[in-house]
Structures are given as structure tokens and as C-alpha cells.
């Protein structure tokens, strides 16, 4: 078991490598000069569309829901846990990194859901699917890649959309308030079981509720911490911009290691915290009302501006400026980042510790919902209909067990099953770039007239 331990961990390290950091962030980069900078019309448009109810479109959610459903899944632990990661490994440096990875990282957002969009299909019974699977199959005629994704990304929502959530709130709930693993699992399972039988209708109606509060809450918690903060924000800042780029230290015990390990470490953190080029968002994107592919890809990539551009980014601030604020945090005991947020964020009282328990319950809660369905369209694809139920069941049962295994090995196979996911995903965003530019050309400018063409839907076979 040992010596598969440390398979698992090199083959992890092989596949988040550096050939995998340049291939998503050069994806994010070409995609963001091929669309003509996205990101201008994600914020000014996408914003705005994603409140805007399309009811001449077609699809079994809102465009608000469908955002909210991929938001759940998308902000979760690796918001907080995460970006301290990148700050504990990479220095504050790495927080810049972090962001300026969310502002490219729309680009390859729109793009991908776009073409879940386009080449989505509607079912006999009604229900709208798409995602990589489909663009590969009908976009490229690459039915095995398709195959692969699918398969990849159903076997990955057991371990970081299910599994390791689940885990991470029991250790929050054990840790802050005395309750046991086993009742946690038993809760989180119940919980679970009665929104996901419900299908996406019953996932949205949650996650149209639980994000928008989850994330305000949390982000003015932040705001709070750093009014408290005030005098070192604009240290900070200088820091972050300093240390991205070169070695050094500063007040609190924070040390920058340079420009290689603020890239490695905040691309790296800021890729896994977005998903963007996973290609797990557009699975939800896909069910959305709306009558062009546009319109809908604009909303989803305004998922990573909510995501990376503001919440990393305060949680980032927020970590920086209490260690420089108090300097008597004993760096030298921290040995990882989830240490590093929980030390920064419990040096206000009351208000910091409240803010990362409730933000990590209800941030890994909403990961297990979104992956849930995320993970029904995959496994569907893979072995139809009838899969539906035995997945369910399987999904709620490691929600229950959970938390009282270890889960070391689970994270390590969900990296690795991630990584797997996302190298057909762009393959398809690569080779469908023409497409994609086509798409953003033809309806960009008209992205409000309701003479707009609708897309093409096919039934599934």
C-alpha cells in the first residue's frame, strides 16, 4: 500500500506538472486573444444575462441556475484551503498569480461552455446534457476521447466532489464544535440524498439559495477582516506585487521564494480552485435555458470572476495581511496550508473563525451537490439511463463513510482523475477554436435580440 502511496504521488506530481500549468495557462491565454478578450463582455454582459431569465430559450434550468450549480461545485474548499496552500508554498507572490490565472482563466470558460452548448443534445424524455463528451463525439468525431472524459469525470466526483468535502466538514465540525465524524457523515449523506434524487431541477432550486449566501457572507467576512486590517492592505499589495517577482521577505514571517515558485504554486492553485479547462462547469451550463450558445457562455464564465478574481482574491488579502498585522504567529509550526489560513483567519476573534467554519461548510456542502450532478451526466453518458440510481447510491453511501476514513490516497487518484479529465476537454476547446470564434462573431453583438437563431438540437440515440 505504501509503495502504491508513492506511485500515486509521482504520477500526481507527473500530471500537475509544469507541461500541464503551461498547457492550461497557454490555452487560457490563446483563447483569450482568439475570442477578442471575453473577459470585457463576460463582466459588462454576463453579469447582467446571468439575472436575466432567457424564457424564449430552451433547456431545464435557468441561466441563473445553471451558474449557481457550477459556482456550487466550483467554490469550495480549494477557495480557502487552497489559496493558503499557494501562499504557504509559493509566498504571497503566488496570490497575484492566483488572480491573474482567474482573469485569463475566463477565456477558456467561455469557450468550453459554449461548445457544451452548441453541441449539446436533448434526450427523448426531455433533458438537455452536454460537456466534453458530446463536443469530442459530435463536434470532432472523437467518440473515444468523449468516452474518456466522461468516464474520468464520474470516477472523479467520488473523491473531490464527494469524499473529500464531506471530510473536510466533518474535521471543521469535530474541530469547532465537538461532533462526532460518524454523525457528520450520517447528516451530510441524508442531506445529500434528498436534494440529488431530485435531478438537476432540485440541485439548482439548492444551489440558487445556498451559493449566493454562502459566497456574500463569506466575502463580507473578509471585508470585515480587512477593515480590522486596514493599515497593512496597501503593504500587501506591495508585497504580493514585489514577491511575485522576486525573493524576499516581509513582515509576519512570509517569505517569497521568486517568480518560479509564485507561478508554479498560484497557477497551480488558482487552475485547481477555478476548474476552468476541466471541463466540469459546462456540464451544468448545458442545461440552461437559452436561445444561443453565447449568451449562456457568457454566464458561465463569469463563474471564475466570482470564483478566483474576488473570492481567492480576498481570502488571499485576508491571509496576508493578518500575518504581516501580527507577527507573533509562530511560522515555524505551520507545516501546511490549510494551518496557514486557519492561523491567519483565527487571529480576529470571533469573526475570523466564524467566517472560515461557516465558509468551509458551506463551500464543501455545495462542491458535493454540484459534483453530484456533474458526476450523473458523466456516468449516464458512459452506461445510460439505467446507471442513474446505482450512482446515487454509491455517491450518498462514501458521503456517509467519509468521514471516518483517510482519505490521503482519495485526494491524490481525484488530482490525477482531474488532470485526466481536462487534456481531452482542451483538446476540444483547441480544435473547435474556429468554431467557437464563428459562434462569438455571429452573436456578441446582437446578444439581447430575440430574432436570435436557436441551436440545433438533436435527440439522443
Known amino acids: 500500500m505504501e509503495a502504491f502511496s508513492m506511485f500515486l504521488d509521482k504520477l500526481g506530481g507527473i500530471v500537475w506538472g509544469w507541461p500541464m500549468i503551461i498547457l492550461l495557462l497557454g490555452t487560457h491565454i490563446y483563447m483569450t486573444f482568439r475570442t477578442g478578450f471575453i473577459q470585457i463582455p463576460s463582466i459588462t454582459k454576463g453579469i447582467k444575462l446571468s439575472v436575466t431569465a432567457d424564457t424564449e430559450g430552451e433547456g431545464e434550468v435557468s441561466n441563473f441556475g445553471a451558474l449557481t450549480t457550477a459556482l456550487a461545485a466550483t467554490i469550495g474548499t480549494g477557495n480557502i484551503i487552497g489559496v493558503g496552500t499557494a501562499v504557504f508554498l509559493g ?143 496597501i503593504p500587501a499589495l506591495k508585497a504580493i506585487g514585489t514577491l511575485a517577482f522576486t525573493p524576499g521577505a516581509v513582515a509576519g514571517g512570509l517569505v517569497g521564494g521568486g517568480l518560479k515558485a509564485a507561478i508554479r504554486y498560484g497557477v497551480a492553485r488558482g487552475l485547481f480552485s477555478n476548474e476552468s479547462g476541466m471541463g466540469s462547469a459546462p456540464i451544468a451550463a448545458a442545461a440552461a435555458q437559452t436561445r444561443n450558445p453565447v449568451r449562456q457562455a457568457l454566464v458561465s464564465s463569469t463563474g471564475v470572476f466570482w470564483d478566483t478574481v474576488i473570492v481567492c482574491a480576498m481570502t488571499g488579502l485576508t491571509i496576508v495581511t493578518s500575518f504581516m498585522k501580527y507577527p507573533e504567529i509562530d511560522t515555524n509550526n505551520i507545516t501546511n496550508g490549510g494551518e496557514m489560513t486557519s492561523a491567519a483567519f483565527s487571529t480576529i476573534p470571533v469573526i475570523g473563525p466564524a467566517v472560515l467554519t461557516l465558509g468551509l461548510i458551506t463551500f464543501a456542502y455545495s462542491t458535493i451537490l454540484g459534483w453530484a450532478y456533474y458526476g450523473e451526466r458523466c456516468i449516464e453518458y458512459v452506461g445510460g439511463a439505467k446507471a442513474l440510481i446505482p450512482y446515487r447510491v454509491i455517491y450518498i453511501l462514501i458521503s456517509a463513510i467519509a468521514p471516518i476514513v483517510k482519505l490521503d490516497i482519495v485526494w491524490t487518484i481525484a488530482d490525477i482523475l482531474n488532470a485526466f479529465m481536462t487534456v481531452p476537454n482542451l483538446i476540444a476547446v483547441l480544435l473547435l477554436s474556429p468554431v467557437i470564434v464563428s ?23
Open 439 to 461: 459562434e462569438t462573431k455571429k452573436y456578441i453583438n446582437d446578444i439581447g435580440l430575440a430574432d436570435d437563431e436557436p441551436v440545433p438540437y438533436i435527440d439522443e440515440i
Open 91 to 233: 509566498g504571497p507572490g503566488a496570490v497575484l498569480w492566483v488572480w491573474l490565472t482567474g482573469c485569463f482563466g475566463i477565456a477558456t470558460k467561455y469557450a468550453e461552455s459554449l461548445i457544451a452548448i452548441k453541441y449539446r443534445v436533448k434526450t427523448r424524455d426531455g433533458r438537455m446534457q452536454g460537456g466534453a463528451m458530446y463536443a469530442l463525439k459530435r463536434g470532432l468525431n472523437m467518440p473515444v476521447l468523449g468516452f474518456l472524459f466522461a468516464l474520468f469525470g464520474g470516477l472523479a466526483s467520488f473523491g473531490i466532489g464527494n469524499a473529500t468535502q464531506v471530510n473536510a466538514i466533518a474535521t471543521v465540525a469535530n474541530t469547532n464544535f465537538g461532533i462526532p465524524y460518524w454523525i457528520v457523515g450520517v447528516v451530510v449523506a441524508g442531506l445529500t440524498a434528498i436534494v440529488i434524487f431530485g435531478g438537476i431541477k432540485s440541485i439548482a432550486a439548492v444551489c440558487e439559495k445556498l451559493v449566493p449566501f454562502m459566497a456574500i457572507f463569506y466575502v463580507l467576512g473578509c471585508a470585515v477582516i480587512l477593515v480590522m486590517n486596514f493599515d497593512f492592505i
